[in-house]
């Protein structure tokens, strides 16, 4: 299949074959035909996909096709989760929509809302935007959605892990109620079917490849090693094959800047991303990784969703997440588009539960190794690490002021006082 056959106009096949792609992707192919036939859309997809063109391109065809000629009220409002996946998702917008006439903005907490404020008076049609600050400035005046035509809501399941379901509620209630509706989701648990349900008006469902086809795809080893061993032998993977753009989950924000430090004193360029940093350093770390100036970059969970790194060859959990679900998310950022990959994982005694869980979701043994020098201690105990074991997907729902990542800049992160550490998540 072509992009010629789905009925896009002459402009956005321009910016189409500017950014170099020949083929729709199985989401595209899907998703694209019933958004331009105006009807609701919910889809399941992850980053990686092509999401991001699956609704944006159908997006800008409707718009551009109805112009509005005076002023431009914002007509169509597409949410994110974290910052991170809004100035991406934006700077999709922008490419796509090169040769059209529309114009375009992305608002997020953590920076100055002036400039923000300042490029949606001067009239934007589409507004990208985390729901923290959008509510911010509608609530100032700054900005209305009474004239949206089509609401995207991307990454929901995160959005509901984020705890922001009441946000996503409000905002509903500034919009008209006939729209067009677009939902994407990688997962379809009870609670996105309910919010499906409220929000979606007699959606066409959308499926792709379920996630543990990625799995199949991706070189998978576990290396065994003593806990205080990690970090010396996380180095000299990395050093001995010269890797170069690897992501390495950790577990808690203070292990990730830890871990960077040792790594930037062994002569390897790397960067900390998590919701304790601005997002001036989140940005900067993530645009030298991905230009090849930052080697490594460590992230934790929360923080490394929606990153747009793709054709990522390495990826390394430092260590593993109690959250089995969550392994899949990390080890599926490599490999992705059809080029090799490969997940390891660092795991000692305490792990063991985790990776037995991680063993029943992705329905494989994963092949262990033992680098000589770096052995596993034989007298250290299996039990559970106790530091942050109490997360848990309901936990991280109900929690709204859990999420750093939310756009009030007041709002503390809360500590997981249960089991006495300072380490904060995300
Ligand atoms: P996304 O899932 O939207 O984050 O997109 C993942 C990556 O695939 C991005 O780097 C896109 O630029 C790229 N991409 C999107 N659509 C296509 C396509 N049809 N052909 C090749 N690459 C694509």
Redesign the pocket.
């Known amino acids: 299949m072509s992009?010629n056959s789905l009925g896009l106009s002459e402009a956005l096949l321009k910016a189409?074959s500017k950014?170099?792609?020949?083929?729709?992707?199985p989401?595209?192919q899907k998703a694209i035909p019933p958004i331009l036939q105006g009807k609701d859309v919910l889809a399941s997809?992850?980053?990686?996909?092509?999401?991001?063109?699956?609704f944006?391109l159908p997006l800008l065809h409707i718009l551009s096709n109805n112009p509005k000629a005076k002023y431009r009220p914002i007509r169509a409002l597409i949410l994110t989760p974290t910052r991170e996946l809004a100035a991406?998702?934006y700077a999709?917008v922008r490419?796509y929509s090169a040769f059209l006439n529309l114009r375009s903005t992305v608002i997020f907490g953590g920076v100055n809302q002036k400039p923000q404020v300042a490029t949606i008076r001067e009239g934007i049609d589409i507004l990208v935007a985390t729901p923290g600050r959008l509510i911010d400035l509608e609530n100032q005046g700054l900005l209305s959605l009474k004239r949206i035509e089509i609401l995207v809501l991307d990454e929901a399941d995160r959005m509901l892990d984020m705890g922001f379901l009441r946000d996503i509620e409000r905002i509903m209630k500034l919009m008209p109620s006939k729209r067009q509706n677009l939902m994407f989701s990688a997962t379809f648990s009870k609670d996105i079917r309910k919010l499906a349900n409220g929000i979606l008006n007699h959606p066409v469902q959308v499926e792709t490849t379920p996630e543990n086809s990625t799995v199949d795809a991706i070189s998978q080893k576990v290396y065994r090693v003593a806990k205080g061993l990690k970090t010396n032998l996380i180095i000299k993977l990395i050093s001995d094959d010269n890797w170069k753009q690897v992501l390495v989950f950790t577990r808690t924000k203070h292990g990730a800047n830890k871990l960077c430090k040792k790594m930037v004193s062994a002569n390897i360029t790397a960067a900390a991303i998590h919701g304790n940093k601005s997002q001036g350093a989140r940005t900067k770390a993530l645009a030298g990784f991905k230009n090849g100036r930052v080697r490594v970059l460590v992230a934790t969970d929360i923080a490394a969703r929606?990153l747009?790194i793709?054709l990522l060859p390495h990826v390394i959990n430092f260590e593993l997440p109690n959250i089995s679900e969550d392994y899949v998310h990390r080890i599926g950022r490599t490999g992705?588009?059809g080029a090799s990959g490969e997940a390891i994982s660092l795991v000692s005694a305490d792990e063991t539960t985790y990776l037995r869980d991680i063993e029943k979701l992705v329905g494989m043994k994963l092949p262990v190794e033992i680098v000589e020098g770096f052995e596993p201690d034989p007298n250290a105990s299996t039990e559970p690490i106790k530091q942050g074991q109490n997360r848990s997907r309901n936990s991280r729902n109900n929690k709204r002021n859990s999420n750093p990542n939310r756009n009030n800049s007041k709002r503390r992160p809360s500590r997981n006082n249960n089991t006495g550490s300072n380490d904060i998540r995300n």
């Open positions: 992009f189409i950014k170099g792609y020949t083929t729709p992707s989401i595209q997809a992850q980053t990686g996909t092509g999401k991001t063109a699956g944006t991406q998702v999709n490419e929606g747009d793709p992705r588009a």
